[in-house]
């Protein structure tokens, strides 16, 4: 039989290291002031696919999900990606294996396909800017 102590430990550790990342939200939410202004935004007034990504997760760190949305997909997207890969660890190391993520190469395609012209259409159509 496997060895299954480090998944199990993740599958422990994960959670605390959210925790934390929410009793010390307010700390985090201060490091956003040091973060530097788009520079493709600033010179070629375009969004860049990182355009609102901080605002984004400001917003998740929230709890306003619609509101992540708004400025940008892709940390709600990541997230749920997370959230799938913590239950396929956390079954796989307490013995029942249950697979979400999907295996296939071409679903990732088309999410990355989906994604390109989510950033390229949101510089054309106001609704969409971050």
Do not use: Q
């Amino acid at each position: 039989m496997k060895n299954k102590t480090f998944p199990k430990i993740l599958t422990i550790a994960i959670p605390f290291t959210v925790i934390l990342f929410f009793v010390y939200k307010e700390d985090i939410f201060a490091l956003v002031s040091l973060l530097p202004t788009c520079f493709i935004y600033s010179k070629l007034h375009l969004y860049c696919p990182a355009c609102g990504n901080t605002r984004g997760v400001t917003s998740l760190l929230e709890g306003d999900i619609l509101d992540s949305l708004r400025y940008n997909i892709t940390p709600v997207i990541l997230l749920l990606f997370v959230i799938m890969a913590y239950v396929e660890l956390a079954t796989y190391s307490f013995g029942r294996h249950c697979k979400l993520l999907p295996r296939r190469l071409w679903f990732y395609l088309i999410i990355i396909a989906l994604l390109t012209i989510y950033y390229i259409t949101r510089n054309l159509v106001p609704v969409l800017a971050p």
